[in-house]
């Protein structure tokens, strides 16, 4: 009996003990939980509004301004055009501007934006003939990225950079034979004969492709056209496959005459257009979704970590 009474009194200690246990461990995650969630709030508060206050300082002294195109050029994208011409308005707008780097990291994207884009960095170049537009190129400046490029009073770009893909592109699949190894029945109701242009449950329409064929070598004319505009006599159009879509490093592109040198951005400004001090005029995301977008970043982080991956502890 006594046995008995010292092992259930064991059991229940034992139960007790791993209950607290337990307790403490589920405290200290959510501690730390939010000690992260505190420190991301102030970091994001001093990322958000350092950067501010450096660009403000600066804006009423001669300066460079440095607007960033980066990434996909697309109206749901960071690199679209109300963004980027908002931004150099901005940039020509400001008398202590002497002279702007469009900095360039991008693979292209939609040849609407492009073009709007292209356009307003000729007309603003035409309303301050006095402020230099130059465009300098990263890693990459192809198809749409440079097609604004060529908008530039010149192009800079590194040895290595790739630079041209003057070309105009549409993919799509077909799946014919997969849906009917499947058993899959097609059901698409139409009114007009072309509605389902390109569908790729169907089978090809020679007479659809053709009239694709002919909008995008359309579209591909009004590049090359624009490229030649922008670049001028400095184009060496006698390079084969120059509006192939073919692709050189920034050293081989200056050799025919689609870029006008070698150069960063810092080289830029202090060299050429002679004011080192950098202002960056790039739109950004409205404060509190910038903050949001973080704090929200942060905190799954966080979850994922002392709630959802096991951890050794």
Same mark, same amino acid.
């Given at each position: ?45 001093? $990322? ?107 192009? $800079? ?109 810092? $080289? ?12 960056? $005029? ?32």
């Amino acid at each position: 009996m006594n046995d008995n009474n010292t092992s259930w009194e064991r059991e229940v200690v034992t139960q007790l003990a791993e209950s607290s246990l337990r307790e403490q461990r589920r405290a200290r995650r959510w501690g730390i939980f939010f000690k992260s969630l505190t420190f991301a709030y102030i970091g994001a508060i001093i $990322y958000i509004y350092g950067d501010a206050s450096i660009s403000a300082d600066k804006l009423n002294e001669k300066h460079t301004a440095v607007v960033e195109l980066n990434g996909i050029i697309a109206d749901s994208q960071e690199a679209n055009a109300d963004s980027i011409i908002t931004a150099l308005r901005e940039a020509f707008d400001n008398e202590n501007s002497a002279g702007i780097i469009l900095r360039i990291n991008s693979p292209g994207g939609s040849p609407v934006q492009s073009g709007y884009i292209y356009d307003e960095m000729r007309r603003l170049r035409k309303e301050n003939p006095d402020t230099p537009l130059y465009a300098v190129v990263t890693d990459i400046c192809a198809s749409g990225g440079y097609y604004i490029a060529s908008a530039a009073d010149k192009i $800079y770009a590194d040895k290595a950079s790739i630079i041209g893909s003057i070309g105009v592109r549409m993919d799509n699949f077909g799946f014919v034979d997969a849906i009917n190894k499947l058993g899959i029945e097609r059901r698409t109701l139409t009114a007009g004969e072309n509605k389902a242009l390109l569908d790729p449950f169907l089978p090809e329409n020679e007479k659809a492709k053709a009239h694709m064929q002919t909008m995008l070598t359309e579209i591909h004319q009004q590049f090359i056209n624009s490229v030649k505009e922008g670049r001028g006599d400095r184009l060496d159009t006698s390079v084969k496959g120059l509006f192939s879509g073919l692709i050189w490093t920034g050293e081989a592109a200056v050799d025919i005459g689609m870029v006008d040198g070698l150069a960063s951005s810092s $080289y830029v400004a202090r060299e050429i257009i002679g004011e080192e001090t950098i202002v960056n $005029y790039t739109v950004k995301e409205d404060l509190l979704e910038r903050f949001a977008e973080r704090l929200g970043s942060t905190v799954a982080q966080v979850i994922s970590t002392q709630f959802i991956n096991p951890t050794l502890r």
